[in-house]
């Protein structure tokens, strides 16, 4: 069964500053793994895609990683800011269709 | 519209009551899925639609719980005599062709509160 981790569960970091969250997955085998970022009271909005041929996606200040032999993504976020506040789901595509999330990473950018 | 829309956004409700979320997704998508979320966990998968077939509801908790969808249009997702563990924000999504390289696109959920 597949089970995915984040770590950490929560990060306070001051503004300005770059950070990394990481997601972890049991089963390599995955067609794609999504980044979603969830406000209190909204829906999930999708930040980025990485199917799994690829290795990394780009989108502003956010950049995506995957290794999937090592069952492994990471998402790095440059120049935070306090709009950047929100929690951060992983999750991993199979050919289930449905997808498999993290418990996510909230994530607090004090001004 | 626009977005996957959801109703009611919140719900309350007693103990052994039944209650109907509805979901509408994009226009045009095939695939629409349920997922909860308890607090401060990650979302659970429920069921996924292709069309109004349903091949997956493997994410049901029991046997309390239904959903249906009409054509490739809005879905209902009914949970009979509610218990308290019933507690969490329903979440629908819907995507173009439900293929596995697809994109889901989130509504903004349907927070369920069970006294």
């Known amino acids: 069964k597949q089970e995915v981790t984040q770590i950490p569960a929560a990060l306070s970091v001051p503004e300005g500053e770059n950070l990394v969250l990481n997601c972890s997955f049991t089963?390599?085998?995955?067609?794609?793994l999504q980044w979603f970022r969830q406000d209190p009271g909204k829906g999930l909005t999708s930040l980025l895609l990485?199917?799994?041929?690829?290795r990394e996606q780009t989108s502003g200040r956010l950049n995506a990683s995957l290794d999937k032999s090592s069952g492994r993504s990471t998402l790095y976020i440059a120049a935070s800011q306090p709009g950047d506040s929100a929690t951060y789901l992983c999750?991993?595509?199979?050919?289930?269709?449905?997808?498999?999330f993290g418990s996510g990473t909230r994530l607090q950018v004090q001004p | 519209g626009a977005g996957v829309s959801q109703s009611p956004s919140n719900k309350v409700t007693e103990k052994g009551k039944d209650v109907e979320l509805r979901c509408d997704p994009i226009?045009?998508?095939?695939?629409l899925y349920w997922y909860r979320q308890r607090l401060g966990q990650g979302l659970e998968f429920l069921i996924y639609?292709?069309?109004?077939?349903?091949?997956?509801k493997s994410g049901l908790p029991s046997d309390r719980f239904s959903a249906e969808r009409t054509g490739e249009s809005v879905s209902t997702l009914t949970i009979q005599r509610t218990q308290q563990e019933d507690s969490a924000v329903y979440l629908c999504?819907?995507?173009?062709?439900?293929?596995?390289?697809?994109?889901?696109?989130f509504g903004p959920g349907t927070r369920l509160t069970v006294l």
């Open positions: 999750a991993v595509g199979t050919g289930r269709r449905a997808l498999t």
């Open positions: 999504a819907s995507s173009n062709s439900g293929g596995v390289f697809d994109t889901q696109y």
């Open positions: 990485i199917q799994s041929s690829q």
């Open positions: 639609f292709q069309g109004n077939s349903a091949p997956d």
């Open positions: 089963d390599s085998a995955i067609y794609n």
């Open positions: 226009s045009g998508h095939t695939a």
